[in-house]
Structure formats: C-alpha cells, structure tokens
C-alpha cells in the first residue's frame, strides 16, 4: 500500500531562514515523488518531481530512499513562500497519486 | 478549456439530500481524479478513472458516494443522504496519462456544506 506521511501540520519561519518541510513515505517498488503546492486563494499545483532533480521558486528535494523520505527544502524562506505543501507518491505503472496530509508553511516578516 | 473546470464552486445542502459535482477535465486527458480536503484531514483520495480501465473505487468512504465518467470526458461525483461530516472541498483533477512523466492538473474544487 502506498502511504506518505507529513509529520509537521503548520510550520512557521522567519524571512531569510532556512527551510524544511518533512515527507516519509511508505511504498514496496520504486515510487515516483511530488511536492505540490496551494497558495492563497489558488489551485493546487505541481511544484516539483523527483525525476527532475530540478530546483523550482529555490526549493529542492531529493528523494532518500534509505530514508524512504522526500523532504522539501530552501535555503533562504521569503514571505511568498507561505503556502500549504503536499507531499504525494505514484506507485509504478498506473497508479493513483497519494497525498501526505499537508504542511501549512507560514513565512514571518 | 485551458483547465479544470468544476461546478458548482460552491453548495449548501440539507443533511440527508443527494449532491452532485461536476468535473470538466482538460481535453484529451485520460486519467481523472476525485480528492476530498478537509481540515485536518489533508487530501484523502477518493476515486480514480483511466481509460477504459475499471475505475479504482477504493478510496470511496462509503456506499453513499459514487462517481461516474461518461464517454470518457465528464465526470459527475454522487453524494448520497449527505451528512455533516461530508462538508468538505471536493477537488478534481487530469491528467494526460497516468505515470510520472503527466503532471495532474487541479480544479478550483467545488465546496460542499452540509448544513
């Protein structure tokens, strides 16, 4: 069965600040890893993928798999990154998308 | 259209009445997703349709809800005798394929109180 696991509900950082927003997942073959992102008043959209290896808005994951996590990370938090953060998983083939249970990240001036 | 489109954006019905949503996915997208969010409960997984293939229902909280995708475009989500603990924003999404090359693309969800 496929779970992801976001341990941290509401995460609070100061501008300038570095950032980390955890992700555990669970998932017996080689899962596909997302990070997606909900702004004020906006839809969810995708922010990153683990096949990428790419770096979006300053933010990068890397997937850990001894670790069987993905968590999501910035060097330098600023104020437009306050947002809710899912953390999702693909199993192989055509498989549903699964999400974590969401991060509120809020940055403080 | 350019995107995701679902209606109503936002509904109030009385507890014990039937709902429906609709969802307007991107054309040409095969797989179609239902996610229910809720506070405290993040995105919970509802029902996934791709293709042809029998749609994968287990995410359904119960026998009150169903969902159905009709000549593989619309999809119109059920909510049976609705009940308090049904309000919630109830999101769509496509994508062109399912597998991790397809990004999935969201609605703006449909907001469902059940008063």
């Known amino acids: 069965a496929q779970r992801v696991t976001q341990p941290e509900k509401l995460l609070s950082v100061f501008k300038g600040a570095p950032v980390e927003l955890k992700c555990n997942y669970s998932y017996s073959g080689s899962p596909e890893l997302f990070w997606y992102v909900q702004y004020s008043r906006q839809r969810l959209q995708l922010l990153l993928r683990h096949i990428s290896r790419e770096s979006i808005k300053g933010f990068t994951a890397d997937l850990n798999k001894g670790e069987t996590s993905f968590h999501l990370k910035k060097p330098f938090a600023q104020e437009e990154d306050s947002a809710m953060y899912y953390c999702?998983?693909?199993?192989?083939?055509?498989?549903?998308?699964?999400f974590g249970q969401g991060t509120r990240l809020t940055i403080n001036p | 259209g350019a995107g995701v489109s679902q209606s109503p954006s936002n509904k109030v019905t009385e507890k014990g009445k039937d709902v429906e949503l609709r969802c307007d996915p991107i054309s040409g997208h095969t797989a179609l997703y239902w996610y229910r969010q809720s506070l405290g409960q993040g995105l919970e997984f509802l029902i996934y349709f791709q293709g042809n293939s029998a749609p994968d229902k287990s995410g359904l909280p119960s026998d009150r809800f169903s969902a159905e995708r009709t000549g593989g475009s619309v999809s119109t989500l059920t909510i049976q005798r609705t009940q308090q603990e049904d309000s919630a924003v109830y999101l769509c999404?496509?994508?062109?394929?399912?597998?991790?090359?397809?990004?999935?693309?969201f609605g703006e969800g449909s907001w469902l109180t059940v008063v």
């Open positions: 999404a496509s994508s062109l394929s399912p597998g991790s090359g397809n990004t999935i693309y």
């Open positions: 999702a998983l693909s199993g192989q083939g055509a498989q549903k998308l699964v």
